[in-house]
């Protein structure tokens, strides 16, 4: 194999860079050395029957909510204690696939809580701080055991999330990094997609499993491709244009839902429910736990590996505790079951295991690889996207046959690359990301980004209804004061800036709500198109009677999280700032 181009030097001040890659179905952790930044080492996770580079996304926590274990551990232990028989597993948390919290939340906030497999709650932010702290210590005590006077300031670390997430997602897995012992200042949030693109540029030549051309050779500097990362949840599609030697552009905002492979996995649930009811599957899930899982990771294995064929049948390991269950709760074997079930055409049992027809299985992918096509279409249709000759598939999900198989046939005229391990693209990717982040040059506004401003009443473009006296002036409030355009091109860092006035002599703190909105032009803040993203807090120091006080606030775009920052224009100095995107609070007064 030939190998890529001599890479740009790291441009990270640490000794070394560790990605994060916590995932809606597996977790798992990489880094590489400054010094050779390519080389980058995974670590191996031990379970039952295999060697996995991940593992699985499961948090098992003590009563008293402390930590007790993580992954391969926590599904273990948790199946153990389940299974003795007493109650006792019940004052246990376990949780596992909650990633996908903060893609379904709408009005995700700090305190949002969530539900274990027995249906306790807990406050969101500490699930998800365990699991990612479980993971930093794994990580620690790995790069220790190899160099044992390392810190973690010797470390930058970056951690992936879908590039479809909002502002307040990201906001809230960087609080959770930060709780979880990460400094902030050493701390990046990598877009998934990009992660994997990044990935790509460096991998060696003739990497395609197909045998297609290498995609080095395939992506020359001016040619877009498409990047389809189908994860666990999400799918995430990227547009890039590879502008110059290491160096890629965004060309339409990412977008995507949810048709991860946890979406079949869902299905699949259901269709143990049509045969078995639900309350026999819940039986099985919360009181049967191991045999859940098998049941479960037979699944994944027939999953990632059906034959594209049409005819034949796809056998499934069925576990002893299905057929006890069923004789306990519906005094029926399994065969008897089936006979009442919609499936007594297609599916049978024998010798312990369950025959599925290939159309009952290959139904079960149907209304995800759908979606993922369907979207695929509507973004072709795109003037700038028309010309994209090559599709780059990543995630675990894209492992799967019928997936690959599905886009190769809907889309003959474009060649479709798959690297090797598709699974560790966005892993692997990250710690590139983090050493050298520059490669993304440009990213596209995916809202309309503005403030709520208050500014002096003109009768001559503002409606009498929005006229507010305030002091002795009359102002218009809710206007959009816009910051950023929808679609606008941003290169990292790019910063648009305004001056605004405290509305009141004794004002202690000034509060500004930021507004997105889905169309290139609002008026207003309440517009149909708008809402509230979070709330800009400034604290204010004392003026004298009669003094105005202005503060200039900076809004930075075009990198993977928004920043702000504020200056007094009296002294020149930078002002201490809060940029609240979690907050319940809604903001009721802007200045402007």
């Not at 790069?143 to 997430?165: N, R």
Request: aromatic content about 10%; hydrophobic content about 35%; charged content about 25%.
């Amino acid at each position: 194999m030939a190998a890529a181009s001599t890479p740009n030097p790291s441009t990270c001040n640490k000794l070394f860079v560790a990605a994060i890659d916590f995932g809606t179905t597996y977790s798992g952790y990489a880094f590489s050395a400054k010094s050779e930044w390519t080389k980058v080492q995974t670590n191996i996770w031990p379970s039952s029957n295999q060697m996995s580079s991940k593992t699985p996304t499961a948090l098992l926590l003590k009563p008293d909510e402390s930590f007790h274990s993580f992954g391969y551990d926590a599904e273990k232990a948790y199946a153990e204690l389940a299974e003795e028989g007493e109650d006792e597993y019940k004052e246990f948390y376990y949780f596992h696939r909650f990633k996908m919290l903060l893609h379904n939340c709408k009005n995700l906030h700090r305190n949002i809580c969530i539900d274990d497999m027995t249906r306790k709650r807990m406050e969101a932010h500490k699930v998800f701080t365990h699991s990612i702290k479980f993971l930093v210590n794994s990580l620690f005590e790995r790069l220790k055991s190899a160099v044992p006077d390392i810190t973690l300031d010797d470390i930058h670390f970056v951690v992936t999330v879908p590039a479809i997430w909002d502002d307040p997602s990201k906001q809230f897995m960087r609080e959770a990094a930060t709780a979880a012992g990460i400094n902030a200042n050493q701390l990046s949030i990598a877009l998934e997609p990009e992660a994997a693109s990044i990935y790509c540029q460096h991998i060696p030549t003739e990497v395609a499993m197909d045998g297609n051309s290498s995609f080095l050779r395939t992506a020359k500097q001016g040619t877009k491709y498409m990047i389809v990362d189908l994860g666990g949840g999400t799918a995430d599609i990227t547009v890039h244009l590879r502008s110059g030697e290491g160096v890629l552009d965004e060309v339409r905002p990412a977008s995507g839902g949810p048709w991860g492979g946890k979406s079949v996995d869902d299905k699949f649930e259901g269709f143990l429910e049509e045969i078995f009811g639900k309350d026999l599957v819940e039986d099985l899930k919360h009181n049967y736990m191991e045999d859940y899982l098998d049941l479960f990771r037979e699944f994944e294995s027939k999953k990632r590996n059906i034959a594209t064929v049409k005819t034949g049948k796809v056998h499934m390991k069925v576990p002893l505790a299905l057929q006890t269950l069923a004789k306990k709760r519906i005094k029926k074997s399994l065969v008897e079951i089936l006979k009442d079930s919609p499936y007594a055409e297609s599916v049978h049992f024998a010798n312990m295991k369950m025959h599925m027809s290939v159309d009952v299985f290959k139904d079960l992918f149907k209304v995800t690889i759908d979606g993922i096509v369907k979207h695929l279409k509507e973004v072709f249709k795109e003037k700038n996207v028309q010309d994209v000759e090559t599709i780059l598939m990543v995630g675990g999900f894209s492992e799967c046959e019928l997936v690959q198989k599905a886009i190769k046939n809907n889309f003959k005229d474009k060649k479709v690359i798959i690297p090797e391990d598709p699974g560790l693209a966005v892993l692997k990717g990250a710690v590139y990301y983090g050493h050298v982040p520059k490669t993304i040059g440009r990213r596209v506004a995916r809202y309309t980004y503005g403030i709520q401003s208050w500014p002096e009443f003109d009768p001559s473009k503002h409606p009498e209804a929005k006229k507010v006296q305030i002091g002795t002036k009359f102002r218009c409030r809710d206007v959009f004061f816009k910051y950023v355009t929808k679609g606008e091109l941003l290169t990292p860092g790019y910063q648009r800036s305004q001056i605004f006035q405290a509305l009141k002599p004794d004002e202690a703190c000034l509060e500004c709500a930021i507004y997105v909105s889905d169309e290139e032009n609002p008026v207003f803040v309440d517009d149909p198109s708008c809402r509230r993203l979070g709330t800009l807090r400034v604290p204010l120091p004392r003026v004298s009677a009669g003094c105005s006080l202005e503060i200039e606030e900076t809004m930075i775009f075009g990198d993977t999280e928004l920043e702000v920052q504020a200056r007094d224009i009296y002294t020149n100095q930078q002002c201490e700032v809060s940029f609240d995107l979690l907050s319940n609070n809604v903001v009721q007064n802007g200045n402007g």
